[in-house]
């Protein structure tokens, strides 16, 4: 893995220190880069009523969205555990972060690549969103 996606996955971990999951005991950290370099990090939130939880990677990606709307994602890192950092599991984006994400990637007009962990702590790397999520309901994305 190149130095700047090992560093987005570092920030990833570090942000699964503050996932509020008391239900599913899963801690999910999401962390993004911004073309300027900034970074945007996000953890999943539950709720008692479990449909409103919200996934790691939403988070990150709306928090983004809402502060710095104009500049775009370059790419995105997910890792989880049920324990401790050290001791990750495979966790893919769930088809809901894919539907959200691909709006972004949409409307940004850029690929947003992806980097996650798979089956034997072996990491994925994405290129597109789309990529994971073909013939999908805007047509606008084929860009
Ligand atoms: N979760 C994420 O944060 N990201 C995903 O891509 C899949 C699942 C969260 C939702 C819930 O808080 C917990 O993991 C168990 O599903």
């Not at 999401?30 to 990090?41: K, N, R, Y």
């Not at 969205?65 to 966790?91: C, E, M, N, R």
């Not at 769930?94 to 690549?113: D, N």
């Amino acid at each position: 893995m190149d130095s700047e996606s090992r560093y987005l996955v570092h920030k990833a971990k570090e942000a699964t220190d503050y996932a509020y999951a008391p239900y599913s005991k899963f801690h999910v950290g999401a962390a993004l880069l911004l073309e300027d370099g900034t970074l945007i990090i996000g953890s999943n939130q539950e709720n008692a009523s479990y449909p409103l939880s919200m996934c790691a990677e939403r988070v990150a990606v709306y928090s983004a969205s809402s502060q710095y709307p104009a500049k775009k994602i370059q790419k995105i890192a997910v890792v989880a555990h049920k324990k401790t950092k050290k001791d990750l599991v495979p966790a893919t984006l769930c088809g809901g972060c894919r539907q959200v994400l691909l709006e972004y990637e949409s409307k940004q007009k850029q690929a947003i690549e992806l980097i996650m962990m798979g089956a034997k702590g072996k990491w994925i790397k994405c290129p597109s969103v789309v990529s994971l999520l073909p013939f999908d309901f805007d047509k606008s994305n084929l860009f």
